[in-house]
């Protein structure tokens, strides 16, 4: 800083994210970057209806995101497809950079459809998550906001 004029704004992270959005890495991930420099965050799950399984919800990922980031998560609408709503989001916010959190290889279509380095082809630094092994489900996360002394209830 030269003459102590600026103030650093945050990084603003657009965490994309579905099946995988509470899961311990991406959880870890969030915890680290809030830890290491002034962050906020903002979560995506875009609406992949008519899949086998529970995906996650803003009800159930929020709480678990705002405890590892140590504040405040927000909130992004989005649609049925993963890249376009990513561009909305770009389009209506002011990012620096996207996290996306997606299932290991063979079980996530993002990865079988390229998603990663079609959102890198957006102009921001992407950073991939992928988690060993399967997501927990809802209520797996509702035992870990107990666990974590979060809203706890199913």
């Known amino acids: 800083m030269v003459g102590g004029m600026e103030s650093a704004r945050p990084t603003r992270i657009l965490v994309v994210a579905n099946r995988t959005a509470a899961t311990p890495r991406l959880l870890d991930e969030v915890h680290r970057r809030a830890h ?29 995101l705002r405890r590892a980031a ?29 996290i996306v959190s997606t299932r290991p290889g063979r079980l996530s279509r993002w990865l079988r ?15 991939a998550i992928v988690p060993r092994g399967s997501a927990p489900s809802n209520r797996d996360a509702a035992r870990m906001m107990v666990d974590m002394g979060g809203p706890g209830g199913v």
């Open 36 to 64: 290491a420099a002034s962050c906020e965050f903002a979560l995506l799950i875009p609406d992949v209806g008519g899949r086998k399984g529970a995906d996650w919800k803003f009800p159930s990922a929020l709480p678990l």
């Open 70 to 98: 140590g504040g405040r998560v927000g909130s992004v609408a989005s649609g049925p497809h993963p890249l376009a709503s990513v561009r909305t989001a770009l389009d209506h916010g002011e990012f620096d950079e996207i």
């Open 113 to 127: 459809r390229d998603l990663v380095h079609r959102i890198e082809g957006l102009g921001l630094p992407v950073t």
